[in-house]
């Protein structure tokens, strides 16, 4: 694809919304809804090898195809990243290269040569985080014993005990279970080969004092090996890990969605897979055959070769679409947008799922992100969609669908105001200091973009006042200093701005509030001398890297819609925005976008929505157009 730049100097703002409209109007399916891939990094990729490895049903033909996409996104130094242009990781890199090594790879081969030798002079395996050393525990390249436990016995604890499952984040929650069941079989299927060209003199362990938490869960981890040490004839023990296994196993059986996946994401879907395994479910039984089936529709095979989505995303493309074209000037009963609805309102989530644990007595209505995830609606996909179908010609079935999310929505408003993801209040400090929990969010605290979407939906049509009114406020207190906020599942405080702005003028925040006016000046103080904007991935742990970066299609939009709902559409700032989205269109309607800009895990885990790209600068555009 190429860009249009000065070949077509006449080129306007209307001529890019019309290709870039019809472009997503082509990419609807004939059910009515949208899916971009979500790309993510290579430990997706190497941790399907590693599973099927363990489960002794590695294809020849299969690990090939994958490891020539892995090889494909290793970086000039021999290392692999997390993320598009981002530095070296340690435990992505060990984890790709075992990858490659079971694809049958050379040890002496310059690209593995290159990794071996970045990861012993980076710490070896000894570095890598838990989950890494768990992957290599099961293949029998560590040792069991050197990780922190994590018993069943979890699973016994009451929902209102301290650590209970329920403390964690859904997506936490459900790996946590499965790996509970992993960690008290301590599973060893070696590689047929060795490791030792990784690995490095292990680092002196510290031990932090007993007067701070992190000690005192060392010490608790330290009291929890001596209870897996246990014989297996003391009879408390073994009847009590047997109550705790059966109710874990009841669990995930529980969860399995009908798809055959759980949670929709890929890291429960592989350890419940290896948890049942171990439980004593042979690979024939539906429960297996129906996991592996979801899994493969995880799959993208192409002449880059074979690679794997962590999760997919239609319900959220599908709002996000509608919205899109929306403001792109169709008509809310073109069929398109009729389509979209009716799809969007059989998905509704009728049944209840693990939120219903702290709101036992409220109806169940929102929607997942997912084809299939009934177990856990969230608030961002829910809120985006009732924007969405007030888009679309209005029918009583979506406007039964809207009323019955927003009073569910409603329910789930944190106790300061704001909304998570998932959960209410799910926002324990202690589940984070556990020595098992070194990688990624665990907990699901109220965010600024996700309360911000719900503010947007409310404003729109909710005669909560008390509620809108809270929300506002929780989200004036987020709010920094310098005038942006901080974007959980988006890069970063582009789009947390981006999100927050336009949600409260929605609201009656008047556009000359001098809180509006900081944001408007953070917006315009970091654009790029193109007239774009970008923000890169290190802004999550270098404040150096807030709101800058390479431009990209998505972040310009962010940026955009912020500063054309503060009615600055005829600023400086807005049309050098317009003009760079209009000059870096590519030739079929969409933008090239090979950054990534949504974050799953800030830092940890980051995503690139290949829909991202042609979704939201249709809203920025259709909108600067509009005014």
Known sequence: MTAVTDAAPTRTASDALDAARQRLLALQTPDGWWKGELQTNVTMDAEDLMLRHF????????????????????????????????????????EAYVALRLAGDAIDAAHMEAASGWVRAHGGIAGTRVFTRIWLAMLGQWDWESLPVLPPEIMLLGPKVPLNVYDFACWA???????????????????????????????????????????????????????????AWFKPRAALRRVALGKAERWILQRQEADGLWGGIQPPVVYSIIALHLLGYPDDHPVLRAAFDGLEKFSIHDDHGRRLEACQSPVWDTALS??????????????????????????????????????????????????????????DDTAEVVLALRRAAPSPAADDACDRAVRWTLSLQCREGGWGAFDVDNDSDLVAALPFCDFGEVT???????????????????????????AVGWLWAQQEADGSWFGRWGVNYVYGTGAAVPALLAAGVSQDDPRILRAVAWLEDHQNEDGGWGEDLRSYVDPEWA?????????????????????????????????????????????????FTGTGFPWDFSINYHLYRLVWPIMAIGRYVAS
Not at 177 to 190: G, N
Not at 195 to 211: K, Q
Not at 366 to 379: C, K, L, Q, R, V
Not at 451 to 468: Q, R, Y
């Open 444 to 470: 699901d605290p109220p965010s600024a973009d996700v309360t911000a979407h719900v503010v947007e939906m409310l404003a729109e049509g909710s005669t909560d006042a008390a509620a809108l009114s809270r």
């Open 173 to 231: 929650r459900q790996t946590v279970v499965a790996l509970s069941v992993v960690m008290a079989f301590r599973p060893r299927h070696a590689l047929p080969f060795g490791l030792d060209e990784l690995r490095a003199p292990n680092p002196p362990a510290l031990r932090h004092s007993l007067r701070t938490r992190a000690g005192l869960f060392e010490g608790l981890d330290r009291l929890l090996h001596r209870y897996e040490r246990l014989p």
């Open 55 to 94: 489960l002794g049903r590695l294809d020849p033909d299969l690990a090939a195809a994958t490891a020539r996409w892995i090889r494909q996104n290793q970086r000039p130094d021999g290392t692999w990243a997390t993320f598009f242009g981002g530095p070296p990781d340690l435990s992505t890199t060990v």
């Open 547 to 595: 709101g800058r970066g390479e431009s990209t299609a998505s972040q310009t939009a962010w940026a955009l819609l912020a500063l054309l709902a503060a009615g600055r559409s005829d600023t400086d700032a807005v049309i050098r925005g317009i003009d760079w989205l209009v000059r870096n269109q590519t030739d079929d309607g969409t933008w090239d976008e090979p950054w």
């Open 322 to 379: 509608v919205v899109a074209l929306a403001d792109a000037g169709i008509p809310p009963d073109h069929p398109a947008l009729s389509a979209a609805r009716d799809w969007l309102v059989q998905e509704e989530i009728r049944v209840r799922g693990d939120w219903s644990v702290r709101r036992p007595d409220v109806a169940p209505s929102g929607w997942a992100f997912e084809f299939e995830n009934d177990n856990y609606p969230d608030i």
